[in-house]
């Protein structure tokens, strides 16, 4: 059996499994192939990775909050990898560690081709952030501007300087053509709408396209008012089918169907 797995603190949550799982069937590798979910303590993380290439796993995900420890403790990484500071996805060969990064590719691969040329704002200064600025501004430049708003601001500073991006204090929504949420408010049910600065004071509109990197069993507030909104809406599902996939292809060589991947996703 060849071993998959995605490793997080918690993890019980996680669509990962039944996503690749379902990718897995579909092509006919699940009689070889099996992705399950392990919950792993910080504590534990580094020595759980280490025994994996022995007991027959071939890669894993690896989510919050262990993305930057699996880059430390990776012997190679990819260029994206060490750019953003955090691994989501480990491939383990003759039993060395290699890190690499789908989160930035897997945001691209959502985004609709019209942000091209626009100006972008990302709020949020952490590990998705990281990921989302860097896709946006250093390697694949799709948008002209990446402007970087956080509640501390001396984190959007400092990101933005490492990314390609620029730190902003009072941002005009309306002067923007795609905005992402890459903050964790939402996720346990707090108002983006109150809690994040730039949305409580501005309006979106339907000439936008906004993502949302928050997902949970129903479609987040900001997923909501976009569409009220008119805009053109990414939610954090369709990045994760997206990086999935991605990973998916790292590990396997081989490109997973996303129709199969989404529905499993959205179970
Ligand atoms: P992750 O790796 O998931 O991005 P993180 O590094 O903890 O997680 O970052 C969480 C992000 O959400 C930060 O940008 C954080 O803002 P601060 O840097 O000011 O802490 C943002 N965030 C979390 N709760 C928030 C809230 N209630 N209002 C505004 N921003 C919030």
Redesign the pocket.
């Known amino acids: 059996m060849r071993r998959l797995a995605v490793l997080g603190h918690p993890v019980a949550h996680s669509r990962s499994p039944a996503m690749h799982n379902a990718a897995l069937d579909a092509l006919g590798m699940a009689g070889e192939w099996r992705y399950e979910a392990i919950d792993v303590a910080p504590e534990g993380f580094e020595e759980r990775v280490r025994a994996m290439p022995g007991e027959g796993f071939v890669g894993a995900n690896v989510t ?1 909050p262990h993305k930057e420890a699996a880059l430390r403790l990776a012997d190679t990484a990819s260029p994206v990898a060490d750019a953003i500071g955090a691994a989501n996805t480990l491939g383990f060969e003759a039993g060395a560690v290699q890190a690499d990064n789908t989160d930035a590719g897997g945001l691209i691969r959502a985004l609709p081709g019209r942000v091209r040329g626009r100006r972008a704002l990302v709020l ?6 990281r990921a989302a600025i860097w896709a946006l501004a250093a390697e694949h430049a799709v948008v002209d501007v990446v402007d970087v708003w ?3 601001s001396s ?1 959007a500073e400092e990101v933005a300087l490492q990314l390609g991006g620029a730190p902003i204090e009072a941002p005009r929504l309306s002067s923007y053509g795609l905005v992402v949420n ?4 939402g996720l346990h049910g ?1 108002n983006p709408f109150e ?2 600065l730039p949305l409580a004071e501005g309006r979106l509109d339907s000439e936008q396209v906004v993502v949302d990197l928050v997902y949970g069993d129903k479609p987040t507030r900001l997923i909501e008012a976009a569409e009220a909104a008119g805009a053109h809406t990414v939610d954090g599902i369709e990045v994760l089918v997206q990086q999935g996939a991605l990973s998916f292809e790292i590990w396997t060589g081989r490109k997973p169907p996303l129709d199969t991947m989404r529905s499993a996703a959205r179970l």
Not at 124 to 129: D, E, K, L, T
């Open positions: 919050v949020g200064a952490g590990g998705a952030a956080n509640r501390t984190r890459a903050t964790s408010v707090e809690e994040l």
